[in-house]
């Protein structure tokens, strides 16, 4: 976020845990400070994201199969192995605790897999939200200019990277300019480029394990998307076009940065 709002101020609104007058000072600065809107709308959106993930989890039989077939081979090993080392004392309780550990790490495994996606997919649709008010915003950009040498050295000292972009002449796509963005605390890059009435960001933020989207193409709700990761930064292009125009607009990019 650009201003100085305490994040549990936002946090309160988000969870309804704040007062009616309360509520209506913090409504009263979301529609005058677009960044603490984006910031809310985020934090809305990963609160349902967390709450619909957890309600319809749940093990596929597939997975439940594995862990049978994990915790019988392990049983028959432990008791393998412990007749061995001493065949005179019960070895029942060692088994059953092979079995217990084996069944925690598949599970804690399968937990972590699954909180990594939805962890990705949460930061793809906070993106989507941040392209959605760009583009309705009477000022989507703060650099306005087609001339990449205009907006690449604008960001230098505003950012503790730089990166590449590719010459638009010549092609379908034209640079409409760029601005500074925060995503999950953390400053980045957000380009428009325009093709034909369409609007499609490209996102630039430092490869982070927190920052990360799930790489690859996808489409979701009339917008495609397409991330990859590139020389320690994170690409992610997204816009209502066809998932054709986002990947060729990627692979410039793609080029640009080689």
């Given at each position: 976020m650009s201003c100085n709002v305490d994040t549990n101020w936002?946090?309160?609104y988000v969870d309804e845990s704040c007062s009616a007058e309360e509520r209506e000072g913090?409504?009263?600065?979301?529609?005058?400070?677009?960044?603490?809107?984006?910031?809310?709308?985020s934090r809305m959106h990963t609160k349902r994201a967390i709450r619909?993930?957890?309600?319809?989890?749940?093990?596929s039989p597939e997975f439940q199969r594995r862990v049978e077939a994990s915790l019988r081979e392990e049983t028959t090993a432990g008791k393998s192995i412990w007749a061995v080392v001493n065949p005179f004392r019960s070895h029942g309780w060692l088994a059953q605790m092979s079995a217990l550990a084996v069944a925690l790490v598949l599970v804690v495994g399968s937990v972590l897999l699954w909180t990594s996606h939805v962890n990705r997919q949460q930061a793809l649709a906070q993106l989507l939200d941040l392209h959605v008010a760009t583009t309705a915003s009477s000022n989507p950009v703060d650099v306005l200019?087609?001339?990449?040498?205009?907006?690449?050295?604008?960001?230098?000292?505003?950012?503790?990277?730089?990166?590449?972009l590719p010459e638009f002449q010549d092609t379908p796509f034209k640079l409409i300019g760029g601005k500074l963005v925060y995503f999950r605390h953390t400053a980045g890059a957000q380009l428009?480029?325009?093709?034909?009435?369409?609007?499609?960001?490209?996102?630039i933020f430092q490869d982070q394990?927190?920052?990360?989207?799930?790489?690859?193409s996808v489409r979701e709700k009339g917008f495609s998307a397409e991330s990859w990761g590139e020389g320690g930064l994170r690409y992610t292009?997204?816009?209502?076009?066809?998932?054709?125009?986002?990947?060729?607009?990627?692979?410039?990019?793609?080029?640009?940065?080689?």
């Open positions: 936002l946090d309160a913090i409504e009263t600065h979301l529609r005058a400070c677009t960044a603490c809107s984006v910031e809310t709308l619909a993930a957890a309600s319809r989890y749940a093990p200019s087609t001339d990449r040498h205009t907006v690449k050295p604008w960001f230098q000292g505003k950012l503790p990277y730089a990166f590449n428009l480029v325009e093709l034909r009435k369409h609007q499609i960001s490209v996102f394990s927190g920052m990360r989207v799930a790489s690859g292009v997204v816009g209502d076009a066809t998932a054709a125009d986002i990947h060729q607009l990627a692979e410039l990019l793609r080029a640009a940065g080689h």
